[in-house]
């Protein structure tokens, strides 16, 4: 609790005191002992610390204030303002027993007991004190009886004014300004501050306040009036309380207004002494700028929480407000609609319908009959009846068959129940139910009415009938907010993934480089740290530090290379950087030397910390895929998934993506928007039409020369490497004709790897020579020889992780351009595999509330498939069933879970028949054998899939090689926990939980599922067991895994930037050479 000290103002003596003067610090009420000063005569001490000014003497009389110390209240800023009332002029004291004959005693109360900081409790001390000395240097040794710090009391303070006189008289002789009582200020003590106004600025001013901080004026400002002493020379006063947390005060005084007394210009200060200094103040002040924030936002989100209640509770009311005008409205239209309806109902009509019985009401079951003779339906083999209620305003709400009577041919009937809420029944007859009925007898456009018995009055159901349309507009807008709701949560959590995401792409380098403040904001300092232990500078007895910004482009060129220090923390080097309002980028690298020798320059891609705040912003690239696979148009693998995917996280970057695609005419065209035809060019003696729309929200331009070499009906198999030459050179074709002059050219696998030559050898010296080529290999079984010739020719090249790139670094097509090769993870599209927002599940779930939705989503895959109901786990398969996933191990995790009590789903199929055969038949045996258990469903089923994904416990993935792997990326996405084979990208993205937790950390991860190494059946055990294990003998832990899982990021966030910075590193030596 922060509280002010209410400042004094002695008052007038009537003479001096006496030269033998007896202080006591005496307490009003409880259990204090008491202080009593002996001043036997004078020696020279000096009891208060000189600012700059003095003053002359005058006799003052002592004050009392009366203080009640509270609970809690140690002051965190200045001392508390005592009530006002509590001031006496004077109090004289007599007792023989303490003091000699002719000896007075002068009473004084300080408002804060505090302010006797000299004395020591316990000890008792004496002085002579010399009454007719004058000097400043004289102090009073006093005998001070111990005071116990009690709570809730109170005490006086009876204090000789004559030391104070003097230290005024001796100042003012100085021509000091300021003086403070007593000469050392320390911390959680009271001080008094004197200003002689005469010597100050503030000579004419009838008010003084003073102003200050502690600890250079960045700790609790104040502000406190002073008061006039009475003392002579002009002084004014008042009383301050130090906190604990001083070092120093800083202060300046002024008259309320503009007029200041701040030594000139250079403000007063006071040291303190205490726990605090300088160093131990900064940890301090951050951590407490660190709560103060911390409480700033908390105040924040709750008003804006309290103001979103009262919007929601305004937008609720005017909502119900609109919904009850609405639903008056929409009944008084009902009402005069069925008044026209009612001119046209009747009990029958002559030898075409009747009903029995011919009144009824609202929910009766009634027979209604109808004659086809010399009807439209008089040659038709089925009659139904299509039917509704009070003029079909809730559309159709009958529909029953009508069978031929016994007694006659012609007329036909079917049993109907009434809607409750009817007053005109509504219905035409049909040859056949909704959707397939071709003839319709409908009395001639007018329909057939019939009327309703009603039990209440015409005005009471219309007051009714208006309720029920509220009610109904009520659950829709209800519906319509939740769908909302759910929308704007989706891009919440959307977001947050992403922040963790840069997060974590800012951490990702730590173990060799990171920033303090981790992000760097423009116009800020900032200081690099850097372990060259794990670099190629490892044992260099000098590190230097070169810096630019904006990729090295920055107006002012890189800063002067700055020998980098030690850190202090034993491994890290240091180097502070002052970052320009314009940057948008740092760049740097790491030498042996100033003038350069080796250098760390992280492979040839530089390290880039993202500068955040600043003025300008990074110019978006020009980025075209040429591809042949797009999903969801044109998808056959998963080269099409990375397609769509990637370009869509770099385009959310800030980035502009265009993708040029065969104009196929097998194309999925209903997910094209806006699918027009734009242009047409030539290509030698082909003419090339050019139509363009969006997908997913990305631009695509679709080729279709006319020479129909793309219209066979399928994406593969009809002389594909002709045809997707020819396509790659249209693309090259279309963006020179064009004009367009895109950064980056990123072609993907054989199909689109001739882009690669024929850019450089035809089409880069021609108008598009700041492109720069990327290579990704998907697949390395086919194309070998466009693959071996692309790298050749790319700029960059990757592949789908990055442990794949090392396993597949001695392939002779890869091996001569490992220089410019590296590989960066696939992701999955988190809006087409989202547990949140999945049609194909029962219950919509996040990492909150993972057990229950998986449970809801095993319940309804065991129903689904006919599974018994058990407190089993259930390991899920989703696989194609190819030698590469390893069949065999397939077939192995599946009889080992049964005989661990487990269950098992595997949905997938086999191009091989020899494959798909076996399975059938281990499907028949299983099935036959443990047929509550086990389900092999061997066919591609997608929305079974996502309910594998959500009810399975573990997926199981035992590939044999996999270069990235999606199925292990979903099941975490799932909350699913995937169990895995040491291999390519499964090796990159599952972490065991009791082998990788150092390699996870690295990562900047938690470990998320069980590995195995051998391609064995003891390999699948070791992973397998430990998996079930888990399950059974820790649910809470094995509960939090699932969470884990769901919360780490596997989209398209961290590949896109890893992209990002390989197009960048692509452009380099293009923009160092322009600048």
Same mark, same amino acid.
């Given at each position: 609790m922060e509280i002010a000290l209410h400042p004094w103002r002695p008052s007038f003596c009537e003479g001096p005191p006496p030269g033998r003067t007896r202080y006591r610090i005496r307490s009003i009420v409880g259990p204090f002992g008491q202080f009593t000063m002996h001043h036997k005569g004078f020696t020279r001490n000096r009891l208060a610390h000189c600012m700059i000014a003095g003053s002359g003497y005058s006799s003052m009389c002592p004050r009392r204030i009366f203080l009640t110390k509270t609970k809690d209240s140690t002051p965190k800023g200045y001392a508390w303002r005592p009530q006002e009332g509590i001031f006496t002029r004077r109090k004289y004291q007599s007792d023989p027993k303490e003091r000699g004959a002719g000896s007075s005693d002068i009473s004084c109360a300080f408002s804060s007991a505090e302010f006797a900081n000299e004395i020591r409790v316990g000890e008792v001390q004496e002085t002579a004190f010399d009454p007719e000395s004058r000097s400043s240097s004289n102090a009073a040794l006093r005998q001070v009886d111990k005071l116990e710090h009690v709570e809730g009391q109170s005490y006086e303070v009876e204090f000789d004014l004559r030391l104070l006189e003097e230290l005024a008289k001796e100042n003012f002789t100085r021509g000091n300004k300021v003086f403070v009582v007593p000469k050392l200020a320390k911390s959680d003590h009271v001080i008094e501050v004197f200003l002689n106004r005469s010597f100050s600025a503030l000579r004419d001013e009838?008010?003084?306040?003073?102003?200050?901080?502690?600890?250079?004026?960045?700790?609790?400002?104040?502000?406190?009036?002073?008061?006039?002493?009475?003392?002579?020379?002009?002084?004014?006063?008042?009383?301050?309380?130090?906190?604990?947390?001083?070092?120093?005060?800083?202060?300046?005084?002024?008259?309320?207004?503009?007029?200041?007394?701040?030594?000139?210009?250079?403000?007063?200060?006071?040291?303190?002494?205490?726990?605090?200094?300088?160093?131990?103040?900064?940890?301090?002040?951050? =951590? +407490?700028? &660190?709560?103060?924030? @911390?409480?700033? #936002? /908390?105040?924040? !989100?709750? %008003?804006?929480?309290?103001? =979103? +209640?009262? &919007?929601?509770?305004? @937008?609720?009311? #005017? /909502?119900?407000? !609109?919904? %009850?005008?609405?639903?008056?409205?929409?009944?008084?239209?009902?009402? @005069?609609?069925?008044?026209?309806?009612?001119?046209?109902?009747?009990?029958?009509?002559?030898?075409?319908?009747?009903?029995?019985?011919?009144?009824?009401?609202?929910?009766?079951?009634?027979?209604?009959?109808?004659?086809?003779?010399?009807?439209?339906?008089?040659?038709?083999?089925?009659?139904?009846?299509?039917?509704?209620?009070?003029?079909?305003?809730?559309?159709?709400?009958?529909?029953?068959?009508?069978?031929?009577?016994?007694?006659?041919?012609?007329?036909?009937?079917?049993?109907?129940?009434?809607?409750?809420?009817?007053?005109?029944?509504?219905?035409?007859?049909?040859?056949?139910?909704?959707?397939?009925?071709?003839?319709?007898?409908?009395?001639?456009?007018?329909?057939?009415?019939?009327?309703?018995?009603?039990?209440?009055?015409?005005?009471?159901?219309?007051?009714?009938?208006?309720?029920?349309?509220?009610?109904?507009?009520?659950?829709?807008?209800?519906?319509?907010?939740?769908?909302?709701?759910?929308?704007e949560k989706v891009a919440r959590m959307k977001a947050e993934t992403k922040e963790r995401t840069m997060r974590m792409f800012l951490l990702s380098q730590k173990h060799v480089v990171y920033t303090k403040p981790l992000e760097v904001r423009a116009g800020s300092t900032v200081t690099v740290l850097y372990n060259p232990s794990n670099t190629v500078l490892s044992g260099k007895p000098e590190v230097w530090f070169r810096c630019s910004f904006n990729r090295w482009t920055h107006h002012n060129g890189s800063l002067q290379p700055q020998k980098m220090g030690n850190a202090g923390n034993g491994s890290h080097l240091s180097a502070t950087v002052k970052v320009p309002m314009d940057a948008y980028m740092m760049d740097f690298v790491f030498s042996e030397r100033e003038d350069g020798g080796i250098y760390d320059n992280r492979n040839g891609m530089d390290y880039h910390i993202p500068v955040f705040g600043g003025i300008l912003k990074e110019p978006p690239m020009h980025i075209v895929h040429i591809a042949v696979e797009m999903a969801p148009i044109a998808k056959v693998g998963g080269l099409g998934d990375v397609v769509t995917s990637l370009s869509r996280a770099v385009k959310d970057l800030g980035h502009n993506v265009d993708i040029i695609l065969p104009k196929y005419d097998c194309l999925n065209l209903s997910n094209v928007e806006g699918f027009h035809f734009r242009q047409t060019f030539a290509l030698r003696e082909t003419e090339v039409k050019v139509w363009f729309g969006k997908v997913e929200g990305l631009s695509v331009y679709f080729l279709e020369p006319e020479n129909g070499m793309f219209c066979v009906g399928c994406i593969y198999g009809r002389n594909d490497e002709d045809r997707f030459r020819f396509f790659c050179h249209a693309a090259l074709e279309f963006l020179l004709q064009r004009g367009s002059r895109p950064d980056i050219l990123h072609c993907h696998d054989w199909s689109s790897a001739p882009v690669a030559w024929l850019f450089k050898e035809h089409y880069m010296h021609?108008?598009?020579?700041?492109?720069?080529?990327?290579?990704?290999i998907h697949n390395l079984e086919f194309g070998m020889h466009h693959i071996s010739k692309a790298m050749t020719y790319a700029d960059k090249a990757t592949t789908v992780s990055h442990t794949y790139s090392k396993e597949v670094s001695g392939h002779s097509a890869i091996s001569p351009h490992l220089y410019k090769f590296r590989g960066i993870l696939n992701g999955i599209d988190p809006d087409i595999w989202n547990p949140y927002n999945d049609n194909f599940i029962p219950v919509s779930y996040t990492s909150e509330n993972v057990v229950e939705g998986k449970s809801a989503a095993k319940e309804a895959l065991r129903q689904r498939l006919g599974l018994r109901r058990t407190n089993n786990p259930l390991v899920g398969i989703v696989t194609r069933l190819t030698v590469q996933k390893g069949i065999d191990l397939i077939k192995h995790a599946i009889l080992r879970t049964l005989e661990c009590n487990g269950q098992v789903v595997l949905l997938g199929s086999a191009p091989d028949p020899r494959i798909q055969n076996d399975f059938v038949n281990l499907a028949n045996q299983l099935h036959s054998s443990h047929g509550d258990c086990i389900r092999l469903c061997l066919k591609y089923d997608e929305p079974l899939s996502h309910l594998i994904y959500a009810g399975a416990d573990f997926i199981v993935v035992p590939s044999l090689f996999e270069p990235c792997g999606l199925t292990q990326l979903i099941a975490m996405r799932y909350g699913s926990i995937p169990i895995v084979r040491k291999t390519g990208g499964l090796y990159d993205t599952v972490f065991d939980v009791d082998n990788d937790k150092e390699r996870a950390q690295a990562q900047g991860l938690e470990p998320n599922g069980f590995s195995f190494d051998r391609a064995d059946s003891d390999g699948v055990d070791y992973a397998l067991k430990r998996a079930i294990s888990a399950w059974f003998d820790a649910p809470e832990w094995f509960n939090s895994l699932c969470k884990r899982v769901m919360e780490q990021d596997w989209s398209w966030n961290r590949p896109a930037l890893d992209y990002l910075e390989l197009y960048h590193s692509a452009r380099q030596v293009e923009l160092v050479q322009q600048g």
């Amino acid at each position: 609790m922060e509280i002010a000290l209410h400042p004094w103002r002695p008052s007038f003596c009537e003479g001096p005191p006496p030269g033998r003067t007896r202080y006591r610090i005496r307490s009003i009420v409880g259990p204090f002992g008491q202080f009593t000063m002996h001043h036997k005569g004078f020696t020279r001490n000096r009891l208060a610390h000189c600012m700059i000014a003095g003053s002359g003497y005058s006799s003052m009389c002592p004050r009392r204030i009366f203080l009640t110390k509270t609970k809690d209240s140690t002051p965190k800023g200045y001392a508390w303002r005592p009530q006002e009332g509590i001031f006496t002029r004077r109090k004289y004291q007599s007792d023989p027993k303490e003091r000699g004959a002719g000896s007075s005693d002068i009473s004084c109360a300080f408002s804060s007991a505090e302010f006797a900081n000299e004395i020591r409790v316990g000890e008792v001390q004496e002085t002579a004190f010399d009454p007719e000395s004058r000097s400043s240097s004289n102090a009073a040794l006093r005998q001070v009886d111990k005071l116990e710090h009690v709570e809730g009391q109170s005490y006086e303070v009876e204090f000789d004014l004559r030391l104070l006189e003097e230290l005024a008289k001796e100042n003012f002789t100085r021509g000091n300004k300021v003086f403070v009582v007593p000469k050392l200020a320390k911390s959680d003590h009271v001080i008094e501050v004197f200003l002689n106004r005469s010597f100050s600025a503030l000579r004419d001013e009838p008010e003084i306040l003073i102003k200050g901080a502690f600890n250079g004026w960045r700790w609790n400002l104040f502000v406190e009036k002073l008061q006039k002493t009475g003392l002579p020379g002009d002084w004014w006063s008042c009383q301050l309380y130090v906190p604990k947390e001083a070092y120093r005060i800083d202060f300046v005084f002024f008259n309320g207004g503009d007029v200041y007394e701040n030594n000139d210009s250079r403000d007063f200060f006071i040291p303190v002494e205490g726990t605090m200094d300088e160093g131990s103040f900064e940890d301090f002040f951050l =951590e +407490e700028t &660190r709560k103060e924030r @911390e409480k700033l #936002a /908390a105040e924040q !989100a709750e %008003r804006e929480r309290l103001a =979103e +209640e009262q &919007r929601q509770k305004e @937008e609720e009311k #005017a /909502a119900n407000e !609109a919904d %009850r005008a609405q639903a008056k409205v929409d009944a008084e239209k009902k009402r @005069e609609a069925l008044h026209c309806v009612m001119q046209f109902a009747r009990t029958s009509l002559e030898n075409v319908w009747y009903i029995e019985p011919n009144i009824f009401k609202g929910g009766d079951n009634i027979r209604v009959h109808y004659n086809r003779s010399s009807r439209p339906l008089e040659h038709a083999t089925e009659i139904w009846i299509h039917g509704g209620h009070n003029s079909w305003s809730d559309g159709l709400s009958v529909v029953e068959r009508l069978f031929p009577s016994k007694e006659n041919d012609d007329w036909w009937y079917a049993d109907v129940v009434v809607p409750s809420w009817a007053i005109v029944l509504d219905w035409v007859f049909a040859d056949g139910p909704p959707q397939k009925a071709k003839l319709y007898d409908n009395n001639c456009f007018q329909d057939f009415h019939a009327i309703v018995s009603n039990c209440m009055s015409e005005e009471l159901f219309w007051v009714e009938e208006e309720n029920r349309i509220y009610r109904k507009l009520q659950e829709e807008r209800k519906l319509k907010e939740a769908v909302h709701r759910k929308a704007e949560k989706v891009a919440r959590m959307k977001a947050e993934t992403k922040e963790r995401t840069m997060r974590m792409f800012l951490l990702s380098q730590k173990h060799v480089v990171y920033t303090k403040p981790l992000e760097v904001r423009a116009g800020s300092t900032v200081t690099v740290l850097y372990n060259p232990s794990n670099t190629v500078l490892s044992g260099k007895p000098e590190v230097w530090f070169r810096c630019s910004f904006n990729r090295w482009t920055h107006h002012n060129g890189s800063l002067q290379p700055q020998k980098m220090g030690n850190a202090g923390n034993g491994s890290h080097l240091s180097a502070t950087v002052k970052v320009p309002m314009d940057a948008y980028m740092m760049d740097f690298v790491f030498s042996e030397r100033e003038d350069g020798g080796i250098y760390d320059n992280r492979n040839g891609m530089d390290y880039h910390i993202p500068v955040f705040g600043g003025i300008l912003k990074e110019p978006p690239m020009h980025i075209v895929h040429i591809a042949v696979e797009m999903a969801p148009i044109a998808k056959v693998g998963g080269l099409g998934d990375v397609v769509t995917s990637l370009s869509r996280a770099v385009k959310d970057l800030g980035h502009n993506v265009d993708i040029i695609l065969p104009k196929y005419d097998c194309l999925n065209l209903s997910n094209v928007e806006g699918f027009h035809f734009r242009q047409t060019f030539a290509l030698r003696e082909t003419e090339v039409k050019v139509w363009f729309g969006k997908v997913e929200g990305l631009s695509v331009y679709f080729l279709e020369p006319e020479n129909g070499m793309f219209c066979v009906g399928c994406i593969y198999g009809r002389n594909d490497e002709d045809r997707f030459r020819f396509f790659c050179h249209a693309a090259l074709e279309f963006l020179l004709q064009r004009g367009s002059r895109p950064d980056i050219l990123h072609c993907h696998d054989w199909s689109s790897a001739p882009v690669a030559w024929l850019f450089k050898e035809h089409y880069m010296h021609y108008g598009m020579s700041n492109a720069r080529v990327i290579f990704t290999i998907h697949n390395l079984e086919f194309g070998m020889h466009h693959i071996s010739k692309a790298m050749t020719y790319a700029d960059k090249a990757t592949t789908v992780s990055h442990t794949y790139s090392k396993e597949v670094s001695g392939h002779s097509a890869i091996s001569p351009h490992l220089y410019k090769f590296r590989g960066i993870l696939n992701g999955i599209d988190p809006d087409i595999w989202n547990p949140y927002n999945d049609n194909f599940i029962p219950v919509s779930y996040t990492s909150e509330n993972v057990v229950e939705g998986k449970s809801a989503a095993k319940e309804a895959l065991r129903q689904r498939l006919g599974l018994r109901r058990t407190n089993n786990p259930l390991v899920g398969i989703v696989t194609r069933l190819t030698v590469q996933k390893g069949i065999d191990l397939i077939k192995h995790a599946i009889l080992r879970t049964l005989e661990c009590n487990g269950q098992v789903v595997l949905l997938g199929s086999a191009p091989d028949p020899r494959i798909q055969n076996d399975f059938v038949n281990l499907a028949n045996q299983l099935h036959s054998s443990h047929g509550d258990c086990i389900r092999l469903c061997l066919k591609y089923d997608e929305p079974l899939s996502h309910l594998i994904y959500a009810g399975a416990d573990f997926i199981v993935v035992p590939s044999l090689f996999e270069p990235c792997g999606l199925t292990q990326l979903i099941a975490m996405r799932y909350g699913s926990i995937p169990i895995v084979r040491k291999t390519g990208g499964l090796y990159d993205t599952v972490f065991d939980v009791d082998n990788d937790k150092e390699r996870a950390q690295a990562q900047g991860l938690e470990p998320n599922g069980f590995s195995f190494d051998r391609a064995d059946s003891d390999g699948v055990d070791y992973a397998l067991k430990r998996a079930i294990s888990a399950w059974f003998d820790a649910p809470e832990w094995f509960n939090s895994l699932c969470k884990r899982v769901m919360e780490q990021d596997w989209s398209w966030n961290r590949p896109a930037l890893d992209y990002l910075e390989l197009y960048h590193s692509a452009r380099q030596v293009e923009l160092v050479q322009q600048g």
